[in-house]
């Protein structure tokens, strides 16, 4: 089980950080990916960390995104910068077939 929060409202421009929390989950041992589905669209993939490290964007976010875990690899965060109207979705974590329930943001023009 994984639980998303940090989600909310911010303008245009601004920033949130993203986590996500699995008490039985070591996030360095599988790949920990974001997702966002915005209303009428197809879910998609937002950045992957993998277990060693190596982590990958979707082009939409690169070099606005950033995904990390902690030291003790028990939490998995999305900080998110220069957010657009754009990002506006639910936003969810998952390791392999475990998901989150997802957290809003909405991001105001």
């Known amino acids: 089980h994984l639980e998303e929060s940090g989600g909310g409202l911010v303008q245009a421009g601004g920033s949130l950080r993203l986590t996500c929390v699995g008490s039985?989950?070591?996030?360095?041992?599988?790949?920990a990916t974001w997702y966002r589905q915005a209303p009428g669209k197809q879910r998609e993939l937002v950045a992957t960390i993998a277990s060693g490290g190596a982590k990958n964007y979707a082009d939409s976010v690169k070099g606005r995104f950033t995904i990390s875990r902690d030291s003790a690899a028990r939490t998995l965060s999305l900080q998110m910068n220069d957010l657009k109207s754009e990002d506006t979705a639910v936003y969810s974590c998952?390791?392999?077939?475990?998901w989150g329930q997802g957290t809003q943001v909405t991001v105001s023009s």
């Open positions: 039985e989950i070591n996030f360095r041992l599988k790949s």
């Open positions: 998952a390791v392999g077939t475990v």
